[in-house]
């Protein structure tokens, strides 16, 4: 792997420059009917795809650093990961749209689509260059499958 920074720290560092952005930016303040409660919405299903990503790794037996994809020791490709190759990262993204709504800055969604775009360049895809190497073939039909996101 090309970079060893773990995701949850580039969660976090996406984090507060989405609370710089809302706090320093003078414009693209928001509010709607629902706000909350779409926010609060979002976080449960990020806890729950979370947590369900994270039980069937541990189900495998299989590392959860994503750090060392190359220690992974079987490919789950059940529940959750039948429809998403990146359900723990899916979670995060989720709870920084509902933070970017507790926020209330219509910027934020670009600091969300920010994150995203770094997680597939230098996280995902080494993560996926790394599967090849250990699963093959199996992994390569599984990219074609399931989708990366949703």
């Known amino acids: 792997m090309k970079l060893k920074i773990p995701p949850i720290l580039i969660f976090l560092i996406f984090f507060g420059l989405m609370y710089l952005l809302a706090t320093f930016l003078p414009f693209g303040y928001f509010d709607f009917f629902g706000r909350r409660y779409l926010m609060v919405g979002l976080s449960g299903l990020a806890f729950l795809i979370g947590a369900i990503a994270l039980l069937h790794f541990y189900r495998a037996k299989t590392t959860v650093d ?17 429809y998403t190759r990146n359900p723990m990262y899916l979670a995060l993204l989720l709870v920084l749209l509902a ?52």
Not at 109 to 133: R, S
């Open 66 to 82: 994503p750090t060392l994809p190359s220690k992974a020791s079987s490919l789950v490709t059940t529940g959750l990961y039948s």
């Open 99 to 150: 933070w970017g709504l507790w926020l209330g800055n219509a910027f934020n969604t670009l600091a969300a689509a920010g994150f995203v775009g770094y997680m597939n360049k230098f996280q995902i895809l080494p993560e996926e260059k790394a599967l090849t190497t250990l699963f093959g073939k199996e992994y390569q039909q599984y990219c074609v499958q399931v989708r990366r996101w949703f």
